[in-house]
Every structure is written in structure tokens, then in C-alpha cells.
């Protein structure tokens, strides 16, 4: 089995305070949390990536509900969605299903053995989250 380096894959988690960001290794076979951002410190972390040529792919989590429709938050990332193609109309841009992304990455954090001080600092949450939902997307991949 060959192993190709390729571009990294991007996961973005929105929230309306703080955006969880997470990178793909080279491989494609591992998440990695970048950290959490604001919408200003978004744009200034993808640019960053781009100007190395390091991105791919940007994935957005899209909150369905659990029977699979849309909802309030869904108008919220669509427009997010947008403004993103404006502002990076180089980068491909991919919707997934979050639907148990935050939830999920509660459970990693719990199972890591972190105390729940460390579990609840503000942005740990958005970037295992962002986490969760690249590790399943390169799970699908393989």
C-alpha cells in the first residue's frame, strides 16, 4: 500500500461564538484540532493555510435535525457558507451532517480523562467537534 501526501482537508464547526477548526494530516488519516476562532481570526487562519497551498477541501458541519430537516441554524450556516465562497472562491467547499458532532466530542473529551475544568474551557468543545465530524469525513474516504 502506497501512501500519497495530498493536501490537507479543512473541518469547520460554526458557532454563533466561536468557530472549532480542525486539519486533516497529509495522509488523510488523521484529524488534528487547530483551535477556535472568531469570524476575523477564521479568515486570517485560511488565508494563512492557502498562502502555504496546504488546503483542499473545506468541509462545513450542516445541523439537521435528527429526521434530516433543516432548521433555524441551517439559514445561519448557509449564509456563513456564502460569505465563505465570496471571501475563498478558490477552495472547495463541502457540507456534512453534524448532527452528533458536539455530543460526540463531550463523549472524547470525557473518555480522554481531562477534568471537567479543562473539558469546559470555551472552545475545547468547537474544536474536538470540528474534530469528530473530519475524522468521520476521512473515515468515509478511505
Known sequence: MSLT???RVV???FGTKRIGVAQSD???LFAQPVGTFDRAGLSVALEGMIKK???ELLIVGYPLSADGQKNAMTGVIDRFIETLSEEFGQLRIETVDEHHSSRDARSILVASGKSRKVRQQKGRIDS???CVLLSEYLE???
Open 5 to 7: 501526501l495530498k493536501k
Open 11 to 13: 473541518a469547520i464547526d
Open 26 to 28: 497529509p495522509l488523510w
Open 53 to 55: 497551498d496546504d488546503i
Open 128 to 130: 474536538a467537534a470540528a
Open 140 to 142: 468515509k474516504e478511505r
